[in-house]
Nanobody
C-alpha cells in the first residue's frame, strides 16, 4: 500500500511563494505518474499540474507560468513550486500517484494553502 504525505502548505500573502512536497512510500514511484490537484470550498477538485514517469509535465491554464512541478525519484518525492500566488489559489492541495494500466491510484491527505489579499 502506498502512502503519500504532503507538506509545505500555509498562509501567504498575494504575490508570495510556497513549495509543496509530497513523499511517497512504496516501490512504484519511478513508474508512477504524479499530480497535484486542488479543491477550493464549494468547488470540484481540479488538476493543477502533473509529471509523468519520464518527466513530461502539464499544467492547468490557471497556473501556467507561475507553478512548477518536479520530481526526485531518488527521494520518492514530488514538488510543486508556487510563485506569484493569488487569492484564487486558496484550496486544499492533494498529491496523487497513479500507474496507468494497473489500476493503481493513491491520494494524500491534503495540505491547506491560503493566499490572503
Amino acid at each position: 500500500q502506498v502512502q503519500l504525505v504532503e507538506s509545505g502548505g500555509g498562509l501567504v500573502q498575494a504575490g508570495g511563494s510556497l513549495r509543496l512536497s509530497c513523499a511517497a512510500s512504496g516501490s512504484i514511484f519511478k513508474i508512477s505518474d504524479m499530480g497535484w490537484h486542488r479543491q477550493a470550498p464549494g468547488k470540484q477538485r481540479e488538476l493543477v499540474a502533473a509529471i509523468s514517469s519520464n518527466g513530461f509535465t502539464n499544467y492547468s491554464d490557471s497556473v501556467k507560468g507561475r507553478f512548477t512541478i518536479s520530481r526526485d525519484n531518488a527521494k520518492n518525492s514530488v514538488y510543486l513550486q508556487m510563485n506569484s500566488l493569488k487569492p484564487e489559489d486558496t484550496a486544499v492541495y492533494y498529491c496523487n500517484e497513479r500507474v496507468l494500466g494497473y489500476g493503481l491510484d493513491f491520494w494524500g491527505q491534503g495540505t491547506q494553502v491560503t493566499v490572503s489579499s
